[in-house]
């Protein structure tokens, strides 16, 4: 059974996926929950407090994804692990996620500034840094850089998943974007990250 805070947090996500920060409304969200507003302010101080909690949850999950499979990366070497379990993760999330994301980006990104920014974005370039140091010349190459590699992925999971959302109900979307569509993308993108696009030439 939800608590009165679960319930006020799963109103104000669909508040925010359908208004963004701007346009959501307290008393909406009240009435969305089936509490009243002093309930809401109980738990929140304020609205931008309930929009930052949501957004911090949402960064701390995708963080303790990618955190779960760093030891195996650094026993193995191989940083394919952190980018599949990104993928699968992100490509799981509820679609109300990513409209806050679009929303929030149309609105010139403070809060991804904010919270997003020194949540994920810091520190996971911090452990990739590393790990492609401690494997420089073993198992990855010398040449690649970490940190944009990682925004390399980051960028290109998160349009995906924008791009399943924004073009449903066209034949795009039934060719590449479907939720059939999905491990094969995941499963794609690591070989094109393993392996690269260009054959080698036979010996």
């Given at each position: 059974m939800e608590t009165?805070?679960?319930?006020?947090?799963?109103?104000?996500?669909?508040?925010?996926s359908r208004f963004g920060f701007d346009g959501a409304r307290v008393d909406r969200i009240a009435k969305r929950a089936k509490v009243n507003k002093a309930m809401i302010y109980y738990h929140f101080p304020s609205k931008e407090?309930?929009?930052?909690?949501?957004?911090?949850?949402?960064a701390h999950n995708i963080v303790a994804t990618v955190t779960n499979t760093i030891q195996k990366?650094?026993?193995?070497?191989?940083?394919?692990?952190?980018v599949e379990a990104y993928a699968k993760?992100?490509?799981?999330l509820d679609k109300q996620y990513f409209m806050i994301i679009i929303r929030e980006l149309a609105s010139g990104g403070k809060?991804?500034?904010?919270?997003?920014?020194?949540?994920?974005?810091?520190?996971?370039t911090q452990i990739i840094g590393t790990l492609f140091e401690s494997n420089k010349n073993k198992t990855i190459k010398p040449s690649i850089n970490p940190q944009f590699t990682m925004i390399h992925v980051a960028g290109a999971?998160?349009?995906?998943n924008?791009?399943?959302?924004?073009?449903q109900g066209t034949s795009v979307h039934s060719k590449y974007f479907s939720n059939?569509?999905?491990?094969?993308?995941?499963?794609?993108?690591?070989?094109?990250?393993a392996h690269g696009i260009i054959k080698e030439k036979d010996i």
């Open positions: 009165s805070k679960e319930k006020i947090l799963n109103a104000a996500i669909a508040e925010f407090a309930l929009y930052e909690t949501i957004l911090h949850n949402l990366a650094f026993e193995t070497g191989n940083p394919i692990i952190l993760h992100i490509s799981s809060y991804i500034k904010k919270i997003i920014a020194p949540t994920i974005i810091e520190p996971m999971v998160i349009i995906y924008l791009m399943r959302l924004i073009l059939e569509h999905v491990e094969h993308y995941i499963q794609n993108l690591c070989e094109v990250l």
